[in-house]
């Protein structure tokens, strides 16, 4: 059973930076990665994925160009950097991880995090 367990969240003000890590129990070297957030009154949203390989990288388009996702398999860690944060970007963010190896990275995540909350404002 994998555990996940996020960190990095917290408030900043508008056009401010946090990064999200995602810590694994085990090794990820076989698992893409997504990384999802669920506003208050909101349906869940996917922010970005990665594939295992690290090849594959996908976005929303609500933070392409802000947002960026990076693996570190030595360490079993995900992380989520976020640039140029909007009030738009406050919610629980969580990763989730399954063990797939091929070249995508949106999958049916089977495991997942307990979140942490990011908040922007001023």
């Known amino acids: 059973q994998l555990q996940l367990v996020e960190s990095g969240g917290g408030l900043v003000q508008p056009g401010g930076s946090l990064r999200l890590s995602c810590a694994a129990s085990g090794s990820l070297d076989y698992y893409a990665i997504g990384w999802f957030r669920q506003a208050p009154g909101k349906e869940r949203e996917g922010v970005s994925c990665?594939?295992?390989?690290?090849?594959?990288?996908d976005y929303a388009d609500s933070v392409k160009g802000r947002f960026s996702i990076s693996r570190d398999n030595a360490k079993n860690t995900v992380y989520l950097q976020m640039n140029s944060l909007k009030p738009e970007d406050t919610a629980i963010y969580y990763c989730?991880?399954?063990?797939?190896?091929?070249?995508?990275?949106?999958?049916?995540?089977?495991?997942r995090g307990q979140g942490t909350q990011v908040t922007v404002s001023s």
């Open positions: 989730a991880a399954t063990y797939y190896s091929g070249p995508y990275c949106w999958r049916d995540y089977v495991y």
């Open positions: 990665i594939s295992s390989s690290g090849g594959r990288i």
